[in-house]
């Protein structure tokens, strides 16, 4: 398992029946997670205490109870600031466990000796935008809603890398891929964090189990002559991280690369275990 623990603005207090508790900058929230199968005590008094917890309803979705927590506030991971909101569906606008393949990337793109191009898919609030702009990348971030693009503008500005060498794109990421091929653009890495389904703005479909091959090799279109990395993430229920590694080297094998599939995860304060967030695949070449 690849471990986000670094993080200082960010901790995973405790988990237990179905939820966790964190805190993010000084706010604590709790929100359902459903890998937290087991029912543990609740021994933090934060739990009664928490300044927003997110509740399902039993009609589907949900929201949130506030007490005083603000609309949006700042949090700090190195030399990076990102803006947290509570969002409908229980998201804040990062996801924390990503912090292991940020490190990842910046630490590839420093040590490359040469400047690299990154291309950003399915991009959402930019994390990994403003990642691999710290890190000295020029990046091409791209993502079909508008308002996720403008937020991830909003994390750049305040992480001091605006001024970098950056395109914000709104489109469908299959659609842009394939005119980034027909215009004869290339990538040094490509980082993806596709959904399990969604719709771009024109009403194209996503289904991953049955879109994800044909987007890979798609992709490997834009890939340069010299490739570094390719990062695909992936929170579909029910999809292995071996199964990253089998679709990842079968679209991009023959470039000579090999790939590494693992869980994420966060330590959870309470225990010190790990708390499995979804799985990465990461190309190397």
Same mark, same amino acid.
């Given at each position: ?44 008094? $934060?739990?009664?205490?928490?300044? =927003?917890?997110?509740?399902?309803? /039993?009609t !589907?979705?949900? *929201?949130?109870?506030? &007490? ?10 190195g ?62 971030h791209?993502?079909?809603? $508008?308002?996720?693009?403008?937020? =991830?503008?909003?994390?750049a500005? /305040?992480? !001091?890398?605006? *001024?970098?060498?950056? &395109? ?15 215009r ?27 879109n ?25 229920t ?48």
């Amino acid at each position: 398992m690849w471990v986000a623990d670094k993080w200082k603005d960010y901790e995973l207090i405790d988990a237990s029946g179905g939820e966790r508790l964190e805190r993010w900058g000084r706010e604590i929230l709790i929100r359902p997670d459903p890998q937290v199968i087991w029912d543990t005590p609740r021994r933090d008094p $934060r739990w009664r205490g928490a300044d =927003a917890r997110y509740r399902r309803s /039993s009609t !589907g979705g949900g *929201g949130w109870d506030k &007490r005083d927590v603000p609309e949006s506030w700042q949090i700090r991971y190195g030399s990076m600031t990102f803006n947290v909101k509570p969002m409908n569906f229980k998201h804040t606008g990062i996801f924390p466990e990503q912090a292991a393949n940020w490190d990842y990337a910046m630490a590839k793109i420093r040590g490359a000796g040469r400047p690299i191009s990154l291309l950003n898919l399915f991009a959402y609030t930019g994390a990994a935008t403003v990642a691999a702009l710290t890190a000295g990348a020029s990046v091409c971030h791209v993502d079909a809603a $508008r308002g996720m693009v403008q937020w =991830a503008k909003e994390n750049a500005e /305040s992480s !001091g890398v605006a *001024g970098r060498p950056v &395109r914000w794109i709104v489109d469908d990421c299959a659609k842009f891929v394939e005119r980034e091929i027909r215009r004869g653009h290339k990538y040094d890495a490509i980082i993806m964090d596709p959904p399990s389904y969604g719709r771009g703005p024109s009403g194209e479909v996503w289904k991953l189990e049955t879109n994800l091959m044909p987007f890979l090799r798609l992709c490997a279109g834009v890939l340069g002559e010299r490739p570094l990395f390719v990062i695909i993430n992936s929170y579909t229920t029910g999809l292995s991280a071996s199964t990253l590694t089998y679709v990842a080297e079968t679209a991009f094998g023959g470039r000579g690369g090999r790939a590494e599939s693992q869980e994420l995860g966060i330590p959870v304060a309470a225990t010190g275990l790990p708390l499995p967030c979804g799985a990465a695949c990461r190309m190397e070449f």
